[in-house]
């Protein structure tokens, strides 16, 4: 077919050679439902087979960088809750890892422990997410309605803490802005008695099912080496087969104390990824137990401690500040964004939901960061996509981006 | 665990003499500088070198010293580089100048297909040229952007201007 034969048609311009062409232009996405997120997928297809796929990021692109570097420490948490939003405590507390790591403030084991159960409930809800979005992707929509109901009480615990549930700012450089209330850890402790159940269900809905395994295994493969290369980390390592976990090579926040251990997987496929997600939430559970008995063994006066003894930089009480003078000016200079950072360089990695969350601070001894660097796990894992995609179906690119857990907000800063 | 911040430096002083300069140690990571134009050959013998074994690109960013050129140092563009030996558990760091006017730096897209995109990026907000970039053009910006935002002379919006009447924002 070399033109249009239709003379009707004469006033549809198409591009040139769009007549010829043997394989299809499909755009998927920004907003397209299937990908969760706002990025887009340039597919170019054979049928129903991918030829090629270019991605586009950047359609939520705020500028975090440059924000950074007119903002004092502090208020540079709440940039860091809308990188990765599904587990927004993870950067919070990384964040503030890193700021006392610069200002050589040492926090209280009582908070570590208490930032872990956080970081670690963090971690469940984002492989929650995760895992249940490739079950609706791949036609299961049961799961996901159903663990929902715990997401939701992880989010009540958060609220418990710090007041919000999305975009939490949880934490202060130093601990928490509040202890954590009894009925922070009533909740606690009714997750920890009840998700067990609900996971190991969640497990039989999925980890056997025959539709589920046909969808998922060999979709999406990567070897431990081109993974490497790709500079993927977290759970999408691990289902590769490497046993790199940051909460063990470089461990912070105590997480030295405790004991559990690294799933990984063999093919990098998205039915490991999902297997070792799963397992991932079985060791964050065990994590959580850990360190909630630790903290209950703080007793008296200790169980009272939620934040290290650094004035320059965490709020004294309100009542000091009526009363005391040098509670005043402390709140006053931190308020105002008046303290002076001590001059430095340091690279801060966490574990966060989807892998190796760094912060690369430079500061120059002014107010502000000089250079703040987010090291973005999924934007840096997400270019591997056209290489994953390449010769699969349709369906499969787009249970390949679930299982890849891609968060648009992290992606593009 | 065997590999520490001495060896590596010693290593690599051994192989590329004095051309490697300030290496300090902040915070325990071992870090230094290159002159730009032996970057790639650094990335390799780390990358290759059966000791070292730096095969993890954990980061790649730049940052703008716009000071550097008034004091005579040439280059007011750092590319920072952050390394991973997986194996032995060690991190480092080296930066590269390169003078503003004509940021031309080596890609290391070869060694590493995660640079890729990192390499973007510095592009888009540092304008770095990344010489044999398969695809070098902004990332995350629009495309029609005609600077490099993060250099030091673009500062954010000042807070208190006035002259904007904008009332769908309401300022």
Redesign the interface.
């Known amino acids: 077919m070399s033109e249009i034969n239709n003379p009707k048609a004469k006033h549809i311009k198409l591009p040139e050679g769009s007549v010829e062409r043997q394989t299809t232009t499909l755009n998927l996405g920004p907003t397209h439902p299937a990908t969760h997120g706002v990025f887009q997928n340039i597919l170019e297809l054979d049928g129903e087979r991918i030829v090629s796929a270019e991605q586009t990021?950047?359609y939520i692109?705020r500028?975090f960088?440059?924000?950074a570097?007119?903002r004092p420490l502090y208020q540079i948490t709440t940039l860091t809750d809308r990188l990765n939003y599904c587990s927004s405590p993870i950067n919070n507390m990384g964040w503030h890892l890193t700021c006392e790591?610069?200002l050589g403030v040492k926090t209280p084991k009582r908070v570590d422990y208490l930032r872990i159960i956080i970081m670690e409930l963090a971690r469940i809800s984002d492989h929650l997410i995760c895992n249940s979005v490739v079950g609706v992707d791949s036609g299961a929509y049961t799961g996901f309605l159903y663990v929902m109901q715990y997401r939701e009480l992880i989010y009540e615990i958060y609220e418990e803490v710090c007041g919000s549930r999305l975009t939490t700012n949880m934490g202060r450089i130093g601990g928490f802005e509040r202890n954590f209330t009894n009925a922070a850890f009533e909740k606690l402790e009714r997750f920890l008695s009840e998700y067990p159940a609900v996971l190991k269900e969640f497990e039989n809905l999925f980890n056997r099912n025959r539709i589920f395994m046909e969808r998922t295994i060999g979709a999406g493969p990567i070897n431990a080496e081109?993974a490497?290369?790709?500079?993927f980390t977290g759970p999408n390592l691990r289902a590769a087969g490497?046993d790199?976990d940051v909460r063990v090579?470089?461990p912070y926040s105590s997480y030295e104390d405790l004991e559990f251990d690294i799933p990984i997987g063999r093919t990098g496929d998205c039915y490991d990824r999902f297997l070792v997600r799963n397992q991932e939430m079985w060791q964050s559970l065990r994590i959580i137990e850990q360190a909630y008995k630790k903290v209950q063994e703080f007793k008296g006066s200790e169980a009272e401690i939620y934040h290290a003894d650094a004035p320059a930089y965490y709020l004294p009480p309100k009542s000091d500040v009526y009363t005391k003078m040098e509670a005043l000016i402390w709140h006053f200079k931190i308020i105002m964004g008046e303290t002076e950072i001590p001059p430095?360089?340091?690279?801060q990695?966490v574990e966060g939901g989807n892998g190796?969350l760094?912060f690369?601070l430079?500061s120059d001894g002014g107010r502000t960061p000089?250079?703040l660097?987010f090291?973005r796990p999924c934007?840096?894992?997400?270019?591997?996509y056209s290489e994953l995609t390449k010769g699969a179906m349709l369906s499969d690119a787009i249970i390949v981006m679930s299982s890849l857990n891609l968060i648009a907000g992290e992606m593009?800063? | 665990m065997s590999l520490t911040n001495e060896t590596v430096k010693e290593k690599l002083i051994a192989k590329f003499g004095d051309q490697l300069t300030r290496f300090e140690e902040p915070y325990g990571m071992l870090g230094f500088e290159a002159p730009r134009d032996l970057n790639l050959k650094l990335l390799q013998f780390l990358y290759e070198d059966p000791e070292l074994n730096f095969q993890f690109l954990t980061d790649l960013t730049a940052v703008h010293y716009p000071k550097n050129q008034t004091e005579g140092k040439g280059g007011e563009i750092a590319v920072v580089y952050h390394l991973h030996n997986l194996r032995d558990n060690l991190r480092i760091r080296f930066k590269v100048f390169a003078p503003e006017e004509k940021p031309d730096i080596f890609t290391a897209t070869q060694l590493f297909a995660s640079a890729n995109w990192m390499e973007r990026e510095t592009y888009d907000f540092f304008g770095v040229n990344f010489i044999g970039h398969p695809n070098l053009k902004r990332i995350l910006n629009v495309d029609e952007m005609d600077y490099f935002p993060m250099l030091k002379q673009y500062p954010l919006e000042d807070q208190t201007r006035i002259d904007k009447d904008d009332a769908m924002f309401g300022r």
């Open positions: 990021v950047g692109h500028a960088e440059k924000l570097e007119r790591k610069l081109r490497l290369n790709y500079g490497v790199y090579h470089t430095g360089e340091i690279y990695p190796e760094g690369y430079i000089y250079r660097h090291r934007f840096i894992y997400y270019q591997a593009d800063a």
